[in-house]
């Protein structure tokens, strides 16, 4: 069974209903950059176990990647997110990016570093939203092969067929 590796900022309530639904097609395994949101306090709500990725040693993240057929990074822009996408580049993971609806950029160093970085380190990006897939593709030239809606809420409108086809 094709092993995905979810990291993610915290854990919430959408982040169980990714894992729930890809836990029907592929062994997932999740970890997470800090135990709780910071700003959101859901009621009632039991996390996807999962483990911490501060508390962990640099062996055993690496462990996880190497065991990843496919690594989605909730971020690139923390250290532990950097080191995990320059391990699994260096082990030829395939790796995807999951993005909510980027902040526009002046076309400036810091820009042009991100269209390098989205262009030719990430197999695929996965959006929030159908604008966000329209976002990249027109600011940051990304081909649209590799842009697929995967939404906060409902996993129901998720491009299953375009997402398997990658994910296999």
């Known amino acids: 069974m094709t092993k995905v590796l979810l990291t993610t900022n915290h ?9 729930e639904k890809m836990n029907l097609y592929y062994d997932t395994d999740v970890l997470y950059y800090a135990e709780k949101a910071k700003v959101k306090a859901w009621k009632r709500f039991s996390p996807y176990q999962g483990e911490i990725i ?11 990647v190497s065991h990843a057929d496919l690594v989605i990074l909730g971020g690139w822009n923390n ?8 391990y699994g580049l260096f082990t030829k993971r395939k ?8 902040k ?9 570093i991100k269209r390098i970085v989205f262009k030719n380190c990430f197999s695929a990006i996965l959006c929030a939203t159908q ?9 940051y030239g990304i081909d649209k092969s590799k842009l697929f809606v995967f939404p906060y809420m409902s996993m129901d ?12």
């Open 131 to 139: 604008s966000s897939c329209q976002f990249y593709a027109s600011i």
């Open 11 to 19: 854990p919430a309530p959408y982040i169980n209903r990714w894992i």
């Open 54 to 64: 501060s508390k962990m040693g640099f062996v055993k993240l690496t462990n996880y």
């Open 104 to 112: 526009p950029q002046k076309k400036n160093l810091k820009y042009f």
């Open 95 to 102: 790796i995807a990016l999951f993005s909510d609806y980027p």
């Open 157 to 168: 409108v998720i491009e299953q067929d375009a997402i398997a086809m990658y994910w296999t």
């Open 79 to 86: 250290l532990y997110y950097f080191a995990i996408l320059v």
